[in-house]
Every structure is written in C-alpha cells, then in structure tokens.
C-alpha cells in the first residue's frame, strides 16, 4: 500500500515539475523579451545624451542595473509560484484517476455491482472509466455464470452418486442376497459410472471450448461432418430418424478436436430431441468470406423465448420433449462456447412444423 501511495505522489511530483517547468519557462521567455530590447536601447543612447524616444515624466527613468535587478527578483519568486501551480494543476488532473482507484479497489475486493460512473466532462480519463465499467460488467455476468456453473454441476454429479450409494447400500444391508442379486446390483452401479463419466466428460469438454482454441489447423467441415455422421447413423436408425446430408467443400481454420465436438453436439441434439419417423438434415457450403454449417431437425415444436436459454449450461426444455434420457443440458453449451472460440456466429430459429435449426457461420482463415 505505502509502495503505491509513493508511486502516486512520484507521478504529482513528475506533473507538477513539468507543469512549474513549462511555467518558469514562459515567464523567463517573457522576461527576457521585454529586458533585451530595453537593455539594447540604453547601450545605445550616448553618454550625457538623453534618447529621443524617451518617455518624460516626473519621475526618474528604469536604469539598466534596476532593470537587471528586477528580472533577477521575478524570476526567484516565479519558481515557487510555477512549483505551487504545477501542484495544484497537476493534483486537479489526478483527482479523477484517483477517484477511478478507490472504486477499483473496492470492486476488485469482491463488490462487483459496483460502476465509477464518471459523468462530465468527456475526455480520456471518462472513456477509461466507461471502458472499465464495460470491463466490470463482463466480469460480474462471468462469476456469475461461473457461480450458477458449478451449483448446477454439483447437483448433477451429485444425484448419480446418491443413487449410486443407495443402490450398493442395499446391496449389502440384503440377507438374503445372492449371486444374481450382486450381479444386478453391479450391473447398475456400472450404468451408474457411465452416467457418471459421460457428464464428467461432458464438463471437460465444454470448459475446454471456453479455455479457447491454442491451435489453428485447415480443414474441411465437409470432411469432418461426414465422419460423424457415419458414427452416429446406427444410433439414428434405431430412433427411426433419417440423416439426410448435403456436404460441399467448407475450408476454415480452427481447433479441429474442438470443431468436431460441435458437430458431433449439434447431430446428437438433431438426434436426441426428435421424434420416430423424423428427419435431420446437415449441409455444410461455402457462403463469401464464411463457410456455413447448418443443422436443421423435426421434433416437438420449441418456444421461440426459450431457444437462447437452451445454450447455457444444464438448461432444458419440458421433459416430454427429451426423447432419450442420456441429455445432460451441455450440449447446445458447448456448441456455444466453441462456436465463441472460433469467433462463429451461430444462429438458432425454431421451425414453426416443430424442431430447430441452427447454422454456424465461419471465417475462411484464421480470425
């Protein structure tokens, strides 16, 4: 604290001393402008003859050596005078960034709501401060998202757990439990860990989107949809959905783990949230400087105020909508994040014959 306490006064004394600099400066100039030409007028008046041009009067003229002797006087008091004025000016300039300080601190110690609202006038010290509250905001809505995050990952890591404790205490608390029981009962517990570590998975996956891409490769989103479509066309055969595609060349830059994550999150949502007999549909294609893929699927017809709220995490519509129950809410999140990471711009519309359509649009090269 006395470090930065120093740093700040160090910074008054550095204005003040530049200001009082600028100031001394200008009153020698002026001093000087008004000495010279008046000492070059007594030099050449000749001795004991008085100048033409000099004023008459009832009192006596300016002497050369009063002359002097005055300049010397008003340069020695104008040095406190600069010092004091460039104190003064330069602590006036400083009182809005030190205003910008202590609420800093007082938002950085935990009270995020706060802003430094700095009014009149607008100048370079007012944008820092709009761009620090712009700043602040962000941060709020990110531990607040953060907060929600991990309440809601608690709970759903949570419940498997219960469930899984449950069903191995009465395992054991059986007497008359035998083999086929214990089988059962550890057949459970298995489903149990895989639900357990495809959430778990599913976490890990979306806080990796968020982190952001490190690695920027080329490749074709054709060629990526197309290997998972041909991973996912048994699981859509048995819901009765069909997979109809339209896949033209889409070259773009991005993390290619990351990108095949979305896909893959985009068909299993197409998949997951659909009814028997029902159709999705994938087209990647090449749109000017974008390239474009698009995932459009029947099913239940979703509220058009709910669609933003199905790509925050653990956010689901009706349960009559899920068809399946191996949903967990991450996958329309991690959709998100990674379509952020990329610097994608994702629209979402609800189909009025039921179903939704999403396209993501991206750079042809590296953001």
Not at 211 to 229: P, Y
Not at 285 to 300: D, E, F, I, R, Y
């Amino acid at each position: 604290m006395t470090s930065r306490r120093l740093a700040r006064r160090s910074l008054q004394t550095r204005l003040a001393l530049a200001y009082a600099a600028g100031f001394y400066a200008a009153g020698v100039f002026v001093l000087v402008l008004v000495a010279v030409p008046l000492a070059g007028i007594n030099a050449a008046t000749p001795v004991g003859h008085p100048s033409s041009s000099e004023i008459t009067g009832t009192g006596p003229g300016i002497s050369l050596p009063q002359l002097l002797t005055g300049s010397a006087v008003a340069l020695v008091v104008l040095l406190p005078l600069a010092l004091a004025l460039g104190w003064y000016v330069a602590g006036r300039f400083l009182q809005p960034l030190r205003a910008i300080t202590a609420t800093a601190k007082v938002i950085s110690a935990g009270n995020l709501h706060r802003r430094l609202d700095l009014g009149e006038p607008t100048d370079e010290l007012t944008e820092l401060g709009h761009t620090l509250d712009d700043l602040f905001a962000r941060l709020e809505a990110s531990f607040e998202a953060q907060r929600h995050f991990v309440a809601n990952a608690s709970h759903e890591l949570r419940t498997p757990l219960a469930g899984l404790r449950t069903l191995l205490e009465v395992a054991l608390t059986d007497p008359g439990a035998d083999a086929g029981t214990l089988r059962s009962a550890c057949q459970d517990a298995l489903a149990l860990c895989g639900h357990q570590e495809r959430l778990v998975q599913a976490l890990l996956t979306l806080a990796t989107s968020e982190r952001g891409v490190t690695r920027w490769d080329t490749l074709d989103l054709a060629h990526v949809v197309e290997g998972v479509l041909a991973s996912r066309r048994d699981q859509a055969k048995e819901a009765g959905i069909d997979l109809a595609e339209h896949l033209a060349p889409a070259v773009t830059a991005g993390d290619r783990r990351l990108i095949e994550s979305l896909v893959a999150n985009l068909i299993d949502n197409a998949i997951r949230h659909n009814h028997a007999d029902g159709q999705v549909k994938v087209i990647t294609q090449t749109s000017g400087a974008h390239v474009v893929l698009k995932v459009a699927n029947s099913g239940p017809v979703v509220p058009g105020d709910q669609i933003q709220r199905l790509f925050h995490p653990f956010q689901k519509l009706a349960p009559e909508r899920h068809g399946r129950s191996d949903g967990y809410g991450l996958g329309l999140a991690i959709v998100n994040a990674v379509a952020q990471a990329h610097y994608a711009t994702l629209t979402t519309s609800a189909r009025p014959e039921g179903g939704l359509s999403i396209a993501v649009r991206f750079a042809h090269d590296r953001p």
